[in-house]
């Protein structure tokens, strides 16, 4: 649509918001960047954007635009459509994968449904490459009435903008919070103009203004621009409200005047620009065949001369395309409810060959039963869920659940809720399921209910709402539905854990999983098991699972459950194996959404094993993914992940920084493990800082019932901690009371982790006539996965025999910790190892820092993805970011490790390992 600017009017006091705009096409080739423009209808996004067009072209900056339109909304990626058209034919430069993707969503193949952030991706590095030879101009306006799908995407592409040279520019109304929501991309909020400009623009009008009227239009335009334009124009039509202008909004009073003008045009042509406000296309051809079957008569372009003469709408001999979108609202609203539907059974039909597009005409302005059009709309929503519009699909099936017979109501409003889940909608779905449940679903129905409900509203997980949850998903099981129950119950089990249930509560949990049917997916069944008693883990379940890892013959899906298990019980060696899979293959199906729980636990159990180079990259991405997700439970996981780093690395404030992010989560929401595991990096921080009461205190926390932190599994995961906390702080007895506690609580069989720390504990807190034989225990289990583990475990051994007089002794265990604390990048541990040393008698030098230390969590990522052999776009599909923000990374990291070339890489990180 022409911007208004075309009429002639000078911009006036848009001057700091030229230069912002400027200064984003000035940065371009250095940095990608986007920016929202929001305000009021008429107050001069659409003039800007059209400025800034037009500075671009100059500046020789391809431009790709896209518009909304409200009866577009509904429309699988038809902003996107639109947007991509010119650069269509470069997707050839994809991969085969992503090619496909984009197709599914474009409607153009008949693959599998694509992962709506596959598709992003797709067009990122479509975008990407597009912009290889000259820089990129994206423009969205009106993305108010973009459908959600274009939305989601757009939103992917401009938070990773940051490395190409694209700039993308949206324009959205106000009172539209869903679109580029507050916060998520940088703003510009349009003021109205100050009186001075209002008043040279006024001066300006192409309407000769009589002074009477001059001071009343800049008073009710209140500094609109359009306002001021088209008040001019239409004065003597606003008398009605002269008295009190200030009760009637600015954006009503322009349609009122607008639909004012229209009505002033031939009835025939009334009718045109109706059909034209309804349709979602701007094909003037379109429109004259449906004006044709309303009138009963042909009716030829020049009808709608009149139209644009008095610049409601712009004309040529294929497009009509009104001149404002409150144009087009005013034209609609001010038709009777009786002619709109008529002209939408005329478009409707005029559109027989567009199905998406012409159901949508047909469900318009009806209501009571129409089972042909809910069928139809079922089917709409079938294809979108093909394409990746989940949001079309939503809005699709809860019309046809409305609109059908009311023994398919249920059925449609379920599945329409359940798409909504995924969307992450918890506003849609809770309203859905209220509506279902007055029609008196079937028991596996409401099975699949109860478990929506809880994924999206939890109630308090006491021991009555556990005991109804498990009833549900035993009623889904005799309903043959074994997949629903074990979800169920696994939903339940990983609440319970999140919360630290009572031991009353965990016996439901560990019964109920016993009585999973046999048919149930053995994978997922063994995850149960596990979550259901981390405590009482049994030799058996260890056991297997161990062998399952070993095996690898499990998929994503099983994996997404095993990780989890395997870290609450403390097998991490294990876990970290199923993880890995899980992360891959989220990865690989672009399931983004999935991500940030994994690569939380991913971040913590590759800590504990020390593996950094997994660990800090992870803890990175999640906190990333995790706030773009809007999902503050897992970015604190990742703060919890980068305190314990912290913690182990000796960087008290990084520790202490992160854990209190963790807090400000947990700590509102009640989760107890939340608050637990923010403890663990700021209880080795104070350790390794030579602070043992200060540590004590904060691993007692986990233990104390009516302490936030308390935890009776995350207690056992610190028993180590508090042991040695315990020594230095001359708290033996009650470290010893603390031992004896978990000891009985475990059993003979606890994880790897918690048989680790039992084995530490007793040694550091034994009598001296069986230290040596609880420290060669300890030392003798299998440390080849727990290198940080064993370090301390050396250091506590050669303080043993220092205090006992045993000076040369000690200087084994304590080389041997130091030098492999220095391997670790474990500074403070390695200084306390160096002080012991000193106390001896033996004196050693500080370590140098690695070269890698320098790189940053993703830097090293991609470092390490890179010299395996991966390309700037294999990356990038794993990561979810453009190839170019690889290849903007590798030009930081080759400066930093010395080198110059990509095939220099895999021996620079192994030599700074």
Known sequence: MPALSESGAPLLGREAEMQLLTGLLDDVERSGGALVLRGEPGIGKSRLLSETIALAERRNINVLATRGVQSEARLAFAGLQQLLRPVRSQAAGLSPTQQAVLDAALGLGDDQPPEHFRIALAVLDLLSDAATDRPLLLVAEDAHWLDQASVDVLAFVARRLESDPIVLLAAAREGYPTVFSAGELPELQLQPLDPESADRLLAHSEDHVPASERARILYEAAGNPLALIELTSIADQLDDDRVMPGLVPLTERLERAFAARARELSLETQLLLLVAALSESDRLSEVLEAGRLV??????????????????????????????????????????????????????????????????????????????????????????????????AVTATRRAGELGETAQRSRRLLAAAELAFELGQPDVVVPLLREIEPLRPRALDRARMAWIEEMVDPKPLDEQRVTALLAIAEAAGQADDSDLQTDLIWLVVSRAWFGDPSPATQQILVEAARGLSPATDDHRGLAVQLGADPIGLTAELSTRLRSVAAEGSYTTEAALHLGPAAAVVGEFDSASVFLGDAVDGLREEGRLGLLPRMLSLQASVAARLADWTTASPAADEVRRLANELNEPLFAAGGDIAASLIAGMRGDEDAAERAATRAERVGLPAK??????????????????????????????????????????????????????AALQADQVAQGRERLAEIETAVGPDPGAWVALNLRHARAVLAEDDDAAKCFEAALGADLTRWPYQRARLLLAQGRWLRRRRQITESRGPLRAARDAFDALGCAAWADQARRELRASGESSRRRDPSLRDALTAQELQIAHLAAESLSNREIGEKLFVSPRTVSTHLYRIYPKLGISARSELAAALSETA
């Open 671 to 724: 989760v107890n493990a939340l608050v637990a595991q923010a403890q663990f990096g700021r209880i080795l921080a104070t350790l390794g800082a030579g602070r043992p009461i200060e540590a004590y205190e904060l691993a007692e926390r986990l233990f104390d019932p009516l302490d936030p932190a308390h935890h009776r599994m995350l207690a056992c995961w610190v028993i180590g901690d508090l042991a040695e």
């Open 295 to 392: 009138a009963d008569e042909p009716l030829g372009v020049e009808t709608l001369q009149s139209a644009a003469d008095v610049a409601i709408v712009e004309l040529d001999e294929r497009t009509v395309l009104f001149r404002h979108p409150l144009m087009r609202s005013a034209v609609s609203q001010a038709a009777p409810i009786e002619r709109r539907r008529r002209v939408h059974e005329a478009l409707a039909e005029v559109l027989a060959d567009e199905p998406d597009r012409r159901v949508w005409h047909r469900a318009a302005l009806i209501s009571g039963t129409h089972e042909d059009v809910a069928a139809e709309l079922e089917e709409a929503g079938r294809r979108a869920r093909r394409r990746g519009a989940r949001a079309v």
